[in-house]
């Protein structure tokens, strides 16, 4: 059984940052993709990064484009997404992904996607 848990969400002021963090545990293999979606109320779940087993390739939406950074930690089975200049509109609940294929890891809503988080609230005030 494999769980992904979140953390790091909370309230903050436009132009500020957050930290989020997102610990695997069970029987998930290090190559497994990471990533992030979100959704916004009355919006559809949307992409925001993903980052390849071995940390080397990273695909950011372009709305979060040199905002966001996501980095992982395979020896704690831990992904990390830091978020910079975040503005009202990144307001959403953040869910971490994980899946085995880099196509399902991809803009979009996130069909088909081995496993979810619960989700963590973000709420940027302007």
């Known amino acids: 059984q494999v769980q992904l848990v979140e953390s790091g969400g909370g309230l903050v002021q436009a132009g500020g940052s957050l930290r989020l963090s997102c610990v695997a545990s069970g029987d998930i293999a290090s190559s497994y993709i990471m990533g992030w979606f979100r959704q916004a109320p009355g919006k559809e779940r949307e992409f925001v990064v993903a980052i390849t087993g071995s940390g080397r390739s990273t695909a950011y939406a372009d709305s979060v484009k040199g905002r966001f950074t996501i980095s992982r930690d395979n020896a704690k089975k831990t992904v990390y997404l830091q978020m910079n200049s975040l503005k009202p509109e990144d307001t959403a609940v953040y869910y971490c992904?994980?899946?085995?294929?880099?196509?399902?890891?991809?803009?979009?809503?996130?069909?088909?996607?081995?496993?979810w988080g619960q989700g963590t609230q973000v709420t940027v005030s302007s």
């Open positions: 992904a994980a899946d085995r294929a880099i196509a399902t890891m991809r803009p979009g809503i996130g069909l088909g996607v081995d496993y």
